[in-house]
C-alpha cells in the first residue's frame, strides 16, 4: 500500500446517512502541486467528502492521511495547515470583512491588517472591506470567503464551489487563485459543477450518484 | 385641505420653529422655576408632621408628572408619524425619549431620598413606584429597540410602534394608587374640586410644574433641531444651513 | 508564525467582545433583564413587605441565573448557524481553548455586570448592606460556574431547535447545588451567622467545574458538530 | 381556486404544530422550563411552608410568564433566519392571518400545556384544590394575551441579535398587569375572597389584545422585514 | 407615459443602502411571454432589485405596477400571482420536501400531494420529497425551491440565480422550465451570471455597479 508522506491520501472512505450509503469508497491521492476536480450530480456526496477530508466527520469506514499519519492523530497539526471554504461563506454578520478576515485568519498564522486588505483587494472584495458582512451580497461574501483561503496560506485547500455567485470578473480571480497556488507547491480539491479550464494539471474525480 | 398639515411638519420649517422657540421656552423656564423654587423652599411653611423634608415635593411631583406627560407626547408623535407618515414626527419621539427617562429617574431618585425620612426604607415594592419604575423600563425599551437597528428609518418606525402599544401602561400608572391600597400618597393635588393641600404649597408646586414643562419645551426643541439635521444631513437645506 | 494556545485565547476573546461592544445597548440587556426578573416576583406577591426580605436571597439567586442562563443560549448557537463554528474547529487550535475562550469572554461580560449591580438589586430587596459582600462574592463564584456548566448544554443543543429551553433543562439541574448555597450564604450573611462553609462550597464548586467543564464542553460540541 | 382566509389560517396552525410534533420532546421543554422554576424557588428559599404558600401564587405566575416567554423568541426567528418568513409575506394572503395563526399555535402548544400542569406545581406549592379553577382559567387568558403581546415584541425584534433578551425587556413591562392580576385572583381564591373582579379585568385584558395585538404584530413584522 | 396594464412596469426605482446608492433610476416594461435576463457584476444590486420588484422592499423613489396599479395598493392579489425564488431556497430544515412545498404552495393555491410529487419529479428532485430539508445537499435544496416555483402557477416569476449549485442536468432542467412558462403566456425576470441559452427571446437588462 503506496501511502503519499507528503500529500493527501483518502483510503476506502465509506459514508452512511440515513439510508443512503453516500460514498462508497472512496479512494485517492493527492500530491503537492496537484489539483483534483470533484465533480458529480447533485446529491452524490461532494460535500459529504470534503468534510470527511477536512476531519469535520468521520468517515464510518476508511481512512484519510496527511503526510503519512491519519488525521485523526495529527489533527491540529493538519488543520493549521488546512483552508476549506464551504457552501455558505462563513462570515459573521455583525463583524465587518476585514474583522472577519481577521478572527479567522489570525488563529493559523499572525497576519497583519495590511496583508488582510491585499488578499481582499486580490478578490475584488476591497471595497467591501469596512461593511458588515450581514449586508453584503452574496457574489461579495463568496470573495471574502476566498480571500480568507487566499490570506491563510495553507497547503491544502479544500474549495466547495467556489465558483458559485460569482460574476465573470470573479471567476477569472478564482481560476488565477489556483493556478497560483499549484505553482506555488500547494494541492487542492475543488468541487465544481462547470468545467475548469486552468492552465495546470487537473486530475477528475468523479462521484456516482 | 392637508397641505397646511404637511407643511407644518416639513423638517425644515420644523427646524426653524424649533431654533425661534427654544429661548422664549427657556427663558419662561428659568422664570417659573426661579419663583417655585423660592416660593417652596424660603416662603412655605415647612409640614407639621414632615418638617422640611417634604420640600422634595417640588422636584418629585414635576418630574413624576412629566415622565408621564412625555410618555404620551412621545406615543402620540410616534402614532402621527406612522399613519400619516411624517417624518418629523420620528423625530419628535425619538427626541423625547432620552428626556422622559430622565424626568423618570429623576422622579425615581427623589422619590426614594424622600422615602428614607418618611417611611424609613429607599425603595418599598408599592404599586405606585413600581409602575413608575416600569415606565422607566417601557422608555429604556424604546430607546434599545430603536437602536438596535443598523437602519435608522426601521429603528424609528419599530420605537414608535412600541411606544404606542406601551402607552395602554400609562393609565395603570396613573391609576395604581386608586387600584391598589398603597404606602405612596393618594391624589393630594390633581384632584377634581377642592386640592387637599394648602395654597402657599400648592402655588410654587404649580408653578414648578408649568416651569418642568417649558423647560422639556426648550430641550425638545434643542434636541430636536439635532435630530432633524441628523436625519436630513443629505439633503440640500441642511447643506445649506450648516455653511451659512 | 505560527499562532500559540494563549495568543488564540486572547484573540477568540477579543473577537467575542468585539462581538458584544458592536451594540453596546446590548451589553446591558442581561442587566436589564436581571432587573426585570426581581421586580416581577415583588409584583406577583402582592406586596407583602415583610415576606419579600425573607425570600430576596431566593429571587435574587433565581433572577441571576435565568439572566445568565438567557445569554448563554447564544454561545455556539450563532457561530453554529453561521458556520464560523465549523472554521473556528478547522482553525489547528485545540478546540478547548476556543471553548475556554468564548466562555470566559461570556462570563466577562454578564456574569461581572450581574455582580456589579447586584448592590442595587439587593437594596430594593431589603438586603442589609452588611451582607453586599458576601453576596457579591457568591453571585461572582455562581456565575462563572454557571457559564462553564452553561458551555456544557450549550454544546449539546447545537442545532436542536428551540434550544433555549433544552439548555435550561440541562443547565438548571446541575445549578441547583449552586442555588442552594449561593443564596444560603447570603441569608446567612443577613441574619449574620458565619457563611465560610457555604463561601467554601461554592469556591470548590467554581475550581471544580473550570477544571473539568472545558473538556466537558469541548465534547459535548465535538458529537453535535460532526 | 384561490385559497380563503379561514384555510391559510388553517394551513399556517397544521405547519406550525407538525414542527412542533417533529421534534416531541421539545414540546416538553417549556413545561418543565415551568417545572423546574417552580422548583427552583423553594429550595433558593430554604423556608417553611406556610411562607411557601403565601408567595405561591406569585411564583407559580412568574414561572409561566418566563416559560411562556423563552419560547415566544422563536416565533418568527426561525422563519426569517431560513427565509420562510419570506415566502410567507408573499404568499398573498394577508400577513395578519398568518401572523395570528402562529401566534395561536403558539398558544395551543406551550399555553394549553402550561395550563394543564398548573394543578400539579399547585399542589406542590401548597395551593389548596380549591382554588384550582380559579388558577387555571387566570393562566388561560393570561398565557393567550402573553403570547399576543410576545408576538408583537417578536415582531419588533427580528433581525436583532440576541434578540430574546430585547424582547424580555419589551414584553415583560407590559405583561405587568396580567401578573398583578394573575396572580392576585389566585391569591384571592386562596383566601376564600371574591374573584370577579380580577379574573373579569383578566378576560378584558384578552379580548382587548386578541383584538388589536394582531394588527400590532403585523405593522411590527413589515416594519422589520422589509 | 405608457403604462403596461397587462404586465409588469418598473418605473425609475431608487434605493439607497446605507450610504450607497444601489439603484439609480432603474427603469423596466415587462409583458406576457417576455423574460428578462438581469445580469451585473457582483453587488451591483440585482438582489436588490428583485426585492423592489417582489413588494419586500419599498423603493425610496419610483414604483412597481402590476396590470396598471402601485403594488402597494394591489398586494395581496399581485403576490398571489407571483412566484420569487431567492438566493437562500428557504425551506424549513425540519419539514420534508413535500411538506415544504404543501405549507408554501398551499397558500396560494388548492394542490394535492400528487401534483407537488409531479413538480418535485419534474425538478428532479422527486427522490428527496420525504427527506427533511436539513439533509438535502445545495443543488436538492435548490431542485425543491424550483419545483415549488412550478407548483405555485405564478404567472410572473422572479428568479435569483436559479442555475446557482445546479449540475448540467439541473440547469437544462431550469432552462427548459423558463421556456416553457414564457410559451404559457408567463412572464419571468431571471438574475444568472452566465448567458441564458434559451430557445425564446429574452431581454437583457445589465445593471452597472
Ligand atoms: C421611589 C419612590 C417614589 C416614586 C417612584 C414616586 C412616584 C410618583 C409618581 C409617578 C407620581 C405622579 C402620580 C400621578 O399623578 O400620575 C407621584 C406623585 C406624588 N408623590 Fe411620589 N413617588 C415616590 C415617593 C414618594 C414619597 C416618599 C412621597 C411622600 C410621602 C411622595 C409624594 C408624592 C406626592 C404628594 C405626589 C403628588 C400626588 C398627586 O397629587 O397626584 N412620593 N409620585
Ligand atoms: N439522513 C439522511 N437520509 C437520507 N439521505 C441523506 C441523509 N443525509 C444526507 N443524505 C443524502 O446524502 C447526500 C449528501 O450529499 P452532499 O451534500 O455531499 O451532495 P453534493 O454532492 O455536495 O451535492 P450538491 O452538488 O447538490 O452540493 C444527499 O443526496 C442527501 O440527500
Ligand atoms: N448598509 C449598507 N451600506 C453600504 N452598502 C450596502 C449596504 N447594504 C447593502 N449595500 C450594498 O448594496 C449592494 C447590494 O447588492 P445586491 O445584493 O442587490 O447585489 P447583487 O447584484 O445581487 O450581487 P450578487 O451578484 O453578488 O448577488 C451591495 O454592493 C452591498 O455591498
Ligand atoms: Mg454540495
Ligand atoms: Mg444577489
Redesign the interface.
Known amino acids: 500500500m503506496a501511502t503519499a508522506p507528503d500529500g493527501l491520501a483518502v483510503e476506502q472512505v465509506h459514508v452512511w446517512?440515513?439510508d443512503r450509503h453516500v460514498l462508497q469508497g472512496v479512494s485517492i491521492d493527492v500530491h503537492p502541486r496537484e489539483l483534483v476536480h470533484i465533480s458529480?450530480?447533485?446529491?452524490s456526496g461532494?460535500?459529504t467528502l470534503l468534510r470527511v477530508i477536512?476531519?469535520?466527520?468521520?468517515p464510518e469506514q476508511g481512512s484519510v492521511r496527511w503526510q503519512g499519519q491519519s488525521i485523526v492523530r495529527s489533527r491540529?497539526?493538519?488543520?493549521?495547515?488546512?483552508a476549506?471554504a464551504?457552501?455558505?461563506?462563513?462570515?459573521?454578520?455583525?463583524?465587518t470583512a476585514l474583522?472577519n478576515m481577521r478572527?479567522?485568519v489570525?488563529?493559523?498564522?499572525?497576519t497583519s491588517a495590511s496583508e488582510l486588505q491585499a488578499a481582499l483587494d486580490r478578490t475584488?472584495a476591497g471595497g467591501?472591506a469596512d461593511?458588515?458582512a450581514?449586508?453584503?451580497?452574496?457574489?461579495?461574501r463568496?470573495?471574502v470567503s476566498l480571500a480568507r483561503v487566499l490570506a491563510m496560506r495553507a497547503s491544502v485547500w479544500l474549495l466547495d464551489?467556489p465558483y458559485?455567485?460569482?460574476?465573470?470578473?470573479?471567476?477569472a480571480v478564482v481560476s488565477q487563485m489556483l493556478q497560483d497556488h499549484v505553482r506555488d507547491g500547494g494541492l487542492a480539491l475543488v468541487v465544481a459543477?462547470r468545467d475548469l479550464s486552468l492552465d495546470c494539471a487537473v486530475r477528475r474525480l468523479e462521484l456516482k450518484p | 385641505m392637508w397641505t397646511w398639515f404637511y407643511k407644518l411638519a416639513s423638517p425644515p420649517y420644523v427646524y426653524g420653529v424649533a431654533a425661534a422657540l427654544m429661548p422664549w421656552f427657556l427663558g419662561f423656564a428659568a422664570i417659573a422655576i426661579g419663583y417655585g423654587l423660592i416660593g417652596g423652599l424660603v416662603f412655605a411653611p415647612p409640614d407639621y408632621q414632615q418638617g422640611d423634608a417634604f420640600r422634595i415635593i417640588y422636584v418629585h411631583v414635576p418630574s413624576a408628572w412629566m415622565s408621564e406627560f412625555v410618555y404620551t407626547t412621545m406615543a402620540v408623535a410616534g402614532a402621527i408619524a406612522l399613519i400619516w407618515r411624517i417624518k418629523v414626527g420620528f423625530a419628535v419621539a425619538g427626541a423625547s425619549a432620552p428626556i422622559g427617562a430622565s424626568f423618570t429617574l429623576l422622579a425615581l431618585v427623589t422619590g426614594s431620598m424622600w422615602g428614607k425620612p418618611m417611611w424609613g426604607t429607599y425603595w418599598a415594592w408599592d404599586p405606585r413606584l413600581t409602575s413608575e419604575l416600569i415606565l422607566l423600563f417601557l422608555y429604556v425599551g424604546v430607546m434599545s429597540l430603536r437602536s438596535a437597528f443598523e437602519d435608522p428609518a426601521r429603528g424609528d418606525r419599530a420605537a414608535a410602534l412600541l411606544a404606542i402599544v406601551g402607552a395602554v401602561n400609562i393609565p395603570i400608572i396613573h391609576y395604581s394608587v386608586v387600584w391598589w391600597n398603597s404606602l405612596h400618597q393618594a391624589a393630594t393635588v390633581a384632584k377634581l374640586g377642592k386640592p387637599s393641600i394648602e395654597g402657599s404649597m400648592l402655588w410654587p408646586l404649580l408653578s414648578m410644574f408649568v416651569g418642568f414643562m417649558l423647560f422639556h419645551g426648550a430641550v425638545l426643541c434643542l434636541r430636536l433641531q439635532g435630530e432633524v439635521l441628523n436625519r436630513e444631513r443629505q439633503s440640500a437645506w441642511v447643506r445649506e444651513a450648516i455653511n451659512s | 508564525m505560527s499562532v500559540g494556545a494563549w495568543e488564540a485565547f486572547f484573540l477568540v476573546i477579543l473577537r467575542e467582545m468585539r462581538l458584544s461592544f458592536r451594540r453596546p445597548e446590548q451589553l446591558l440587556q442581561p442587566l436589564v433583564f436581571f432587573l426585570i426578573v426581581t421586580t416581577l416576583f415583588p409584583l406577583g406577591l402582592n406586596l407583602q413587605l415583610s415576606l419579600l426580605r425573607d425570600m430576596a436571597p431566593g429571587v435574587l439567586w433565581v433572577a441571576a441565573l435565568l439572566s445568565s442562563l438567557l445569554s448563554l443560549d447564544s454561545l455556539f448557537k450563532g457561530d453554529a448557524d453561521d458556520g464560523t463554528l465549523e472554521q473556528l474547529t478547522l482553525s489547528g487550535q485545540s478546540l478547548t481553548v476556543i471553548v475556554a475562550a468564548k466562555t470566559v469572554a461570556h462570563w466577562l461580560v454578564t456574569g461581572i455586570a450581574l455582580v456589579v449591580v447586584s448592590p442595587v438589586v439587593g437594596t430594593a430587596l431589603g438586603i442589609p448592606t452588611s451582607a453586599f459582600a458576601t453576596m457579591m462574592l457568591s453571585l461572582a463564584l455562581g456565575t462563572l460556574t454557571l457559564s462553564w456548566l452553561g458551555a456544557i448544554g450549550a454544546g449539546l443543543t447545537i442545532g436542536v431547535r428551540r434550544g433555549n429551553v433544552l439548555l435550561s433543562l440541562i443547565v438548571l439541574p446541575l445549578a441547583m447545588p449552586l442555588l442552594i448555597f449561593g443564596a444560603g450564604a447570603t441569608d446567612r450573611a443577613m441574619s449574620g451567622t458565619s457563611v465560610a462553609g457555604a463561601l467554601y462550597f461554592l469556591a470548590a464548586l467554581c475550581v471544580f467545574t473550570c477544571t473539568l467543564a472545558p473538556f466537558a464542553a469541548t465534547a459535548a460540541l465535538r458529537i453535535t458538530v460532526e
Open positions: 446517512r440515513g458529480g450530480p447533485n446529491g461532494k460535500t477536512s476531519g469535520l466527520l468521520r491540529t497539526q493538519y488543520q493549521a495547515a488546512l476549506y464551504a457552501h455558505e461563506p462563513a462570515l459573521k454578520g455583525d463583524l474583522e478572527f479567522a489570525g488563529l493559523k498564522r499572525r475584488g467591501c461593511l458588515p450581514r449586508v453584503l451580497s452574496a457574489g461579495q463568496r470573495r464551489e458559485a455567485n460569482l460574476d465573470a470578473a470573479g471567476s459543477h
